[in-house]
């Protein structure tokens, strides 16, 4: 067996990915770029190198990614940025001989008027949600393009469905970030400034989250060991509400200050829920990172880790 090659190697779940590598990130190579893509592909999976570090599988989880507030005011960059890098990882992996590839899509994918609890087979019933339509739809046409390789070109391609990620080394940015690094930030700087925390929308909306380790785990069993097009949601099923998340954090960040709830910030979709009956039956004894110790341990990072944070 060859080698193993992850694209965003820097990221959030890329960097969980341990042992003998290759690793990719945007200063390596700008996948948005086919000729930088195919030359990085062409190296390692060069045919003259010793078979076991030729690259013969792939995980792809390079992206452009942000939480509603980036997805909202860069459509544009958002769209042209996934699809390219996509649409040049797929094709440099076919051309290049890639055997197996795993790539990440999202919840984001799911239509916004669906039928809960979303299911694989779902993904395409609809129109995503508005605020991140563009995110949505560059990522469901990888799966489109999985799909049609694996009936024209035979190849045992995949992809798995992560719903929100969270863990150590996340983007922190305020404006852009997800939630729950974003809040632990927010809540960072209210504490050391004694000010008030302000959360973005309701609080009232749920959502789903799984530990960046987990995720590493699970989709290295899907690349060893699931082999069908159909996508595999990647989910504890547990939903939980931005308000209850803001209380967990600021129980642990021992901040005393007022929280404020700011209605004119975009709450984002409702509610997400997912089935993880496909994985389950497949791992019925996994044991899922527990919400608490995971938020803890970002936390620990985080406080560990400021200033130098992404
Ligand atoms: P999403 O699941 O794609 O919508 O991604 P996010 O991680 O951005 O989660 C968005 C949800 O968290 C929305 O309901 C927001 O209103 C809420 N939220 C509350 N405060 C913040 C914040 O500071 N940043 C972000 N990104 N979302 C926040």
Known sequence: ??????????????????????????????????????????????????????????????????????????????????IMINTNVIESCRKFGVEKLVVFLSTCVFPDNVEYPLTEEKIHLGPPHFSNDAYAYAKRMSEVQIRSYREQYGLNYTSVIPTNIYGPNDNFNIENGHVIPSLIHKCFLARENNTDLTIWGSGNPLREFIHSKDV?????????????????????????????????????????????FDKTKPDGQFRKPSDNSKIKNYLPNYEFIKFEDGIKETIDWFEKHYPNIR
């Open 216 to 260: 590493a785990n699970l989709s290295q069993w899907v690349l060893e060991n699931y082999n069908e097009s159909e996508p595999i949601m990647l989910s504890t099923s547990e939903e939980i509400s931005i308000k209850d998340i803001v209380d967990v954090i600021v129980e642990n960040m021992y901040f005393k200050g007022k929280v404020i």
């Open 1 to 82: 067996m060859g080698r193993l090659l992850v694209t965003g190697a820097n990221g959030l779940v890329g960097s969980q990915f341990k042992g003998n590598i290759i690793g990719l990130n945007s200063k390596v190579c700008d996948l948005r770029d086919k000729t930088s893509t195919e030359n990085i592909f062409k190296l390692y999976t060069d045919k003259n190198i010793q078979k076991e570090y030729v690259v013969d599988r792939v995980i792809h989880t390079a992206a452009k990614v942000g939480g509603v507030g980036a997805n909202m005011n860069y459509k544009g960059e958002f769209f042209y940025d996934n």
